[in-house]
């Protein structure tokens, strides 16, 4: 008895020298074994209960087989052919344990592998079956059961044998266990008592090797620390110990020897002039960071010592280690002519600075890169080299855009001035030379390029009104009056032409967010546009209906992005369709661009090239994008969104915005109203 309370008593010291963090350890590892293990018998269970669900089948299906082949053999009574079928059933199968045949008041007149056999090959048993008289209601369906022998659980099976209605006897076998499932048991059993005790070895030995090498030392470096923390710095630790422990240690009696030192040497003056440096370095570190510009610095040896996020994301170095390589090995391979010249000719001191403009990458990308050398003020010898990187790819396209814009606009202006001169240049020089029929032909051309012009101006003022950022007011409106307006504008012109034009609006249309003269405009730019390229005898019609109404949900793949997997605002669209000349996927990617005219490839009808440019502009501004269907022959629908009555301004705002980057992208969707 003392010898236990001694043992519990060193047991219960043992088990309070350990940390709250090594108890919760070794209760959490007791927990988790004994759920691996209850989870693996539980396992073993299943394993047994499939088998012998298997063995049960296995036994029905193979005694339906026998009994199907001898069936003939017992009513015809040929027992030698009966007694070779049997014998070879059993001889093929290692897992039969016997097969015995009885007549129909069950006594056994055949059996394997039991008795001797005579001269007639048959085995003469003085034994019964006992079993039920159902058995021979359902042939079909034998009976079958199990029960435990020295070599396992044998399943055994017995089968009525029945033919023409008569009831022949029965047929019954014996199955050995799955020798598989039964060393698959026995060998997880095994394992998992190993696995269990093994973890439990590995515990205890560790929370030994963490009392002797671990705890006592962590124990001791806490208690100087607080030690240190309350002022006394001539605290010291005096551990034998060796490896990172003893480094730690070693390194803490350095640390307070430095404390002592500094406690001495007024160390609040050294406190706040490195408090200052660090407040210097972290500012220092993020400007460079925020910079909207690259920034790199580079050794005397053109190394790369500092990159910030910019300089890295502009070359796509964000995963790349940049400390320590040299820039020529970076660089991509279109910029090692201009900035390796550059780089060397700053390292040589043959130029303090380099300013240079080189074009990379695919897209191109512009940027202004510039070298300039550090010196050391005292010396003048080279210290290192800063560089600098601006990426002028924004501007460089927005200059580009900004000369097309020009010379497109030059060029229209100057074709109907142009022609304007000519003719009153003509009826003034020639008044009285050419006949009134003549003087009203020119004054008709006269007029009608002026009405060119008028339109060209205007529709310039507005697309520099759509692109200069001007806020426009988008209120709740009911979109069919400005259906209706538009209608009746084209409707003269519709039926000059012989061109049908239609209206296909359901009945009660939920009121839009829009600006009705800017929905206006859109409208009569395409309609006026469907009018044009339709021929007479077409048909040019208005669709308005909810969108999404009841589509399907589409399939979302592995690589799908927040928008896709994002559901869309319930929206009205609008279709314009025609059945005119339709246009080819080179005009469908380039149709909303300005002063771009399809007509200049499918017939001479003219325009300014800026309608359905201010229509891409106007429904940006709605967060909408105007999309469109064509086929050469066939015919075209554009369609658009509206925003319903009560959306959300923020969400708008968003879409707009998410609108302005996306317009000129892929245009396939299908509309719900195919052009006719």
């Avoid at 010291?13 to 590892?29: C, R």
């Avoid at 026995?186 to 973890?199: D, H, M």
């Amino acid at each position: 008895m003392d010898i236990l309370k001694a043992l519990l008593t060193a047991l219960r010291q043992w088990w309070s020298e350990f940390t709250l963090q090594a108890k919760l350890l070794a209760l959490s590892t007791l927990v988790v074994s004994l759920i691996v293990t209850g989870l693996t018998f539980f396992s073993l269970s299943s394993i047994q209960s499939d088998a012998r669900l298997s063995d049960t089948r296995y036994a029905r299906d193979v005694g339906l087989l026998l009994a199907a082949n001898v069936t003939s053999l017992v009513a015809e009574g040929q027992d030698r052919q009966l007694a070779t079928v049997a014998n070879r059933f059993w001889q093929e199968s290692s897992s039969i344990r016997y097969i015995l045949f009885a007549d129909p008041d069950g006594v056994i007149y055949l059996g394997l592998p039991l008795g001797n056999t005579d001269e007639d090959s048959t085995l003469l048993l003085r034994r019964r079956l006992e079993l039920p008289d159902s058995i021979y209601d359902h042939p079909g369906d034998p009976l079958v059961r199990q029960h435990l022998s020295p070599d396992g659980q044998v399943t055994d099976v017995f089968v009525p044998l029945i033919a023409n209605g008569e009831h022949l006897g029965t047929v019954a076998l014996g199955f050995n266990p799955n020798e598989v499932v039964l060393n698959t048991t026995a060998l997880t059993r095994k394992v998992t008592i190993a696995v269990f005790i093994a973890i439990w070895v590995l515990v205890i030995l560790g929370a030994i090797f963490n009392t002797l090498t671990i705890t006592h030392p962590i124990k001791a470096l806490l208690h100087g620390v607080r030690k240190i923390t309350a002022g006394q710095f001539s605290t010291r630790i005096a551990l034998p110990m060796g490896g990172e422990l003893g480094e730690l240690l070693e390194g803490f009696n350095a640390m307070a020897s430095q404390l002592e030192v500094y406690k001495e040497a007024n160390i609040e003056e050294m406190k706040a002039a490195n408090k200052e440096l660090k407040v210097a370095q972290a500012q220092q570190q993020s400007l460079i960071a925020t910079m909207a510009d690259g920034a790199m610095l580079l050794d005397d040896g053109g190394c790369v010592v500092l990159a910030n996020p910019t300089s890295q994301r502009l070359f796509r170095w964000e995963a790349r280690k940049l400390v320590g390589e040299p820039l020529v090995n970076l660089l991509p391979e279109s910029l090692l002519m201009d900035v390796g010249e550059a780089l060397q000719q700053v390292l040589a001191s043959e130029h303090a600075t380099r300013d240079i403009r080189c074009s990379f990458g695919s897209p191109t990308r512009t940027l202004r890169i510039v070298l300039v050398a550090v010196t050391d003020p005292t010396s003048s010898a080279l210290k290192g080299v800063t560089v600098t990187l601006q990426d002028l790819s924004r501007e460089v396209e927005l200059n580009a855009a900004k000369s097309r814009f020009i010379s497109n606009v030059s060029h229209e202006l100057r074709t109907p001035l142009f022609n304007i001169k000519t003719y009153v240049e003509t009826l003034h020089d020639l008044w009285t030379q050419i006949s009134d029929e003549e003087r009203s032909e020119f004054l008709a051309t006269a007029n009608a390029e002026t009405d060119r012009l008028t339109r060209l101006v205007n529709d310039v003022l507005d697309l520099s009104r759509l692109e200069s950022g001007q806020e426009f007011r988008f209120e709740p409106m009911e979109l069919r009056p400005a259906l209706e307006q538009t209608l009746r504008n084209y409707r003269l012109n519709a039926s000059d032409k012989g061109v049908r034009l239609l209206c296909e609006v359901e009945p009660t249309l939920p009121r839009v967010q829009a600006n009705f003269d800017l929905l206006l405009q859109v409208l009569d730019n395409l309609v006026g546009n469907a009018l044009k390229f339709t021929p007479s005898g077409g048909a040019v019609c208005l669709r308005a209906y909810l969108w999404p109404d009841s589509c399907p949900v589409p399939e979302v793949s592995a690589s799908a992005t927040i928008k896709d997997l994002t559901s869309r605002m319930p929206r009205l669209r609008v279709e314009v369709s025609d059945t005119g000349c339709g246009m080819n996927e080179r005009d469908q990617a380039q149709i909303f661009e300005r002063f771009y005219r399809a007509e200049n490839t499918v017939h001479t009808e003219q325009g300014t090239g800026l309608g359905l440019a201010i229509v891409r502009n106007i429904m940006e501004k709605q967060g909408s994008i105007p999309k469109l269907v064509s086929k050469p022959g066939v015919g075209t629908t554009f369609w658009f969104e509206l925003p319903l009555e009560g959306s959300d301004d923020d969400e708008l705002g968003l879409l707009a915005e998410r609108a302005q980057g996306e317009a000129g992208n892929d245009t396939t969707l299908t509309p719900r109203c195919p052009p006719g």
